[in-house]
C-alpha cells in the first residue's frame, strides 16, 4: 500500500502524522508544499485539500485531510500497534488532550493567524510571541496536570498514544518561539521521550528541511 504525505518540515499538523506513521512503521512518500511562498494555496493542491492546509495522507482510501481525523483513519486501519488505550474512559482521556492542542492551541497560532495579526492589525513581532507564549501556556498548564494526573512516561500511561502525537509538535512549535517551558516538567518529559523514539519523524530529519 502505497501512502503520500503532503507536508511541510516545520508543519506541526504534519508532523503529528508523521509521528504515527513511525509509531505504526508504516513507511510514506513526501511530498513538500512550502508554505512560505503560499505554495499549499495553488489550485491543484486545493483540489486535494480545499481549505489550502497541510497535511494531506493519500492512501486507499483517497485523499485524507486534517491531521485529527488522519491519525483516527491510521488507528483505525492499522491498529497494531495501538494508539489509543483499551478502555473507552481512557481513550476520552487521550482524545481530550489530542483535541487541547489541536482545537485550543494550534489553531489560533497558525500562520494564517500570525499573518492577518501581522498585516492587517499591525502586531510586530514582541506582539506575535507574545500572542503565541500566552495560548501555549494557557493550555500547557492544563496539560500538565493532566499529565501528571494519567501520564507514566508517555502523556497517558506508558505507551505513546495519539495525544503525544499532537503534543510533541506543539513542544516543537514552543521551542521554535522561545516559550518558557520550565513550568510543564511532566509534559517536557513526555515529548522527549516520544522525540527519542522516533527521531525520523522530527522537522529537521525532513528532505525539505532549511
Ligand atoms: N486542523 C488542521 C490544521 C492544518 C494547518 O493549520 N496546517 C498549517 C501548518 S501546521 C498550514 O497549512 N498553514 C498554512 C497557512 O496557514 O496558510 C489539521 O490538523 O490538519
Not at 68 to 97: K, N
Not at 100 to 128: F, K, S, W, Y
Not at 183 to 189: G, H, N, R, S
Request: negative net charge; contains cysteine.
Amino acid at each position: 500500500m502505497t501512502l503520500t504525505l503532503h507536508g511541510y518540515w516545520r508543519s506541526s499538523a504534519a508532523y503529528r502524522v508523521r509521528l504515527a506513521l513511525a509509531l505504526k512503521g508504516l513507511h510514506h512518500d513526501s511530498v513538500a508544499h512550502d508554505l512560505r511562498i503560499g505554495a499549499q494555496r495553488a489550485d491543484d493542491y486545493r483540489a486535494l485539500q480545499p481549505q489550502g492546509l497541510v497535511p494531506v495522507l493519500e492512501g486507499p482510501d483517497g485523499p485524507l485531510i486534517q491531521s485529527p481525523a488522519i491519525l483516527e483513519w491510521l488507528e483505525e486501519r492499522f491498529p497494531d500497534p495501538p494508539l489509543l488505550p483499551f478502555d473507552t474512559a481512557g481513550r476520552a482521556v487521550v482524545r481530550a488532550m489530542a483535541a487541547l492542542v489541536a482545537c485550543d492551541i494550534h489553531p489560533i497560532n497558525n500562520l494564517r493567524v500570525l499573518t492577518m495579526l501581522r498585516q492587517d492589525m499591525g502586531a510586530d513581532e514582541a506582539a506575535i510571541r507574545r500572542w503565541i507564549g500566552h495560548w501555549i501556556a494557557e493550555g500547557f498548564a492544563a496539560l500538565e496536570m493532566l499529565i501528571v494526573r494519567h501520564g507514566r512516561g508517555f502523556a497517558y500511561g506508558d505507551t505513546p498514544t495519539l495525544a503525544d502525537c499532537h503534543i510533541l509538535p506543539q513542544v516543537y512549535n514552543a521551542e521554535r518561539f522561545a516559550v518558557d517551558l520550565t513550568p510543564y516538567p511532566a509534559l517536557v518529559a513526555s515529548a522527549e521521550k516520544l522525540r527519542h523514539a522516533v527521531p525520523q519523524a522530527a522537522p529537521d530529519r525532513q528532505a525539505d528541511a532549511g
